[in-house]
């Protein structure tokens, strides 16, 4: 499977919007909403690994907000991941709003 394919799955499954972490918040489709970690919680999320190179391994999350609004962002899973965003992930991972 690669990032296309869970891309794919993801919308599927009505996660349509892209997800863009942006000083400490979430950003919806790029001039979208702005959502605070609080009102979001991952539902899902899926690994991509390409054996290759590890600049090109991902992580694919589905998200949802508390108004309804589902999306996806993807975070690289290299050493190069700030750690700003693998904070927010870990925050994300404790609601359960």
């Known amino acids: 499977v690669n990032l296309a394919e869970l891309q794919e799955n993801a919308i599927r499954h009505g996660f349509s919007h ?3 972490y942006e000083d400490g918040v979430l ?7 702005v959502y605070d970690p ?3 919680k991952i539902v899902h999320s899926n690994s991509v ?8 391994d991902a992580t694919l999350y589905m998200i949802e907000a508390r108004d309804g609004t589902k999306g996806m962002m993807i975070i690289p899973s ?3 991941t700030d ?3 693998a904070q927010l992930i870990d925050d994300l991972r404790r609601n359960t709003h």
């Open 18 to 20: 892209q997800f863009v």
């Open 27 to 33: 950003r919806c489709d790029g001039g979208g909403p």
């Open 38 to 40: 609080a009102d979001l």
């Open 49 to 56: 690994d390409a054996g290759t190179d590890p600049g090109d």
């Open 78 to 80: 290299s050493f190069h």
């Open 83 to 85: 750690p700003a965003k």
